[in-house]
């Protein structure tokens, strides 16, 4: 089968790392075009990553016949109609996480997608491809642990991120839906069950310029699931050791935990003030590896005709959950889903 023609939208912080993955690292994939509204991105596209064709109007790429699937990268406030624009013009879909603010959006995408069936539509909930993270669900699917009865998950971002992360808390849809949102995802995966109340405390603690987008940098929720079973999320951003993201998993039989130490390589620095190592320092360096696998995916399901690991129907609950946790911070009230 021919190579799958890619067209990159949105260029920013981990744009420029997809488009790189898909250039380089995507076997079955050819990248056709990029589009931004920042002509620096295209600029970028076109020298760094050899990407010829650019656009600056989404609707030009779109009626580029040699683009068979987009990868949206762009700012969550314009994923849905970034996605049903795509859908309608022929083209598969890959669109970062969250799928969209609210869930009527999401139900739009959804209802549209049906009309569809034979394109691919897929949100990057990037933890799914993890090696790490795969592994813990291929021990649940064992029975390793007995019955996953309560995930703790925490996403901890660097303090030096605050900067770039309260601008874009006026279209990320805030704490909850931009960090938070992927640890519900792991938490439906390995609980296999649905939130069902969320109790959340917080508070801006450091960074006070979040609080003009009604935002915060510290966050807990405790979740009650479906099945019984629970969740609690811990969210941050204002670690100064480095991208602190971990997740436990408590089943009858054993528990589960995924990196608890986030290591940035082998090395113990033994010297005057104990025993320390190096730790991440964002996101992508953390999930690197998952970023490029997710990319290598989704091309396979495009050419194989099956269905891509994660849906939209797992995107939609996850924003359900993001919802539930922000309203009951804003409440101070437990909010049933
Ligand atoms: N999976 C993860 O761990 C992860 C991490 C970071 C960001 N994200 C998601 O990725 C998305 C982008 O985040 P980012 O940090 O790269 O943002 P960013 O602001 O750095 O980049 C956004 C890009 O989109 C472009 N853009 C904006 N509106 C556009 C439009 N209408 N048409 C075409 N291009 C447009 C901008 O020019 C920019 O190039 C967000 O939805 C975010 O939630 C996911």
Redo the contacts with the bound molecule.
Sequence with gaps: MSNVGIGV???????KRHAHNLVYATPGASVIAA????ED?LAYARHALGIETTYTD?AELLANPAVDAVFL????S??AEQIIQALEAGKHVFC???LAINVADCQRVIDVAKKFPNQISTI?F?RRFDPSYVAARKQIDKGMIGQPIMVRSQTVDMDNSAEFQIP?TAT?GGFAH?IVV?DIDLARWYLGAEMSTAYTTGGCYRHKGFEQHNDIDNASALCAFDNGTSAYFFVSRIAQHGHDTRTEIVGTEGTLKIGQTPIANLVEICDKHGVRRECVQD?FER?EDAFRLEAIDFVAAIREGRAPRCGLEDAIAATRGAIAITDSWRSKKLVEL
């Design positions: 939208v949105g260029l920013g912080r981990l744009g589009c931004s509204i920042v991105d989404y990268v762009t700012p969550t314009v994923h970062e996480k969250p990057g990037v874009f990320s931009d992927h996101f999930f």
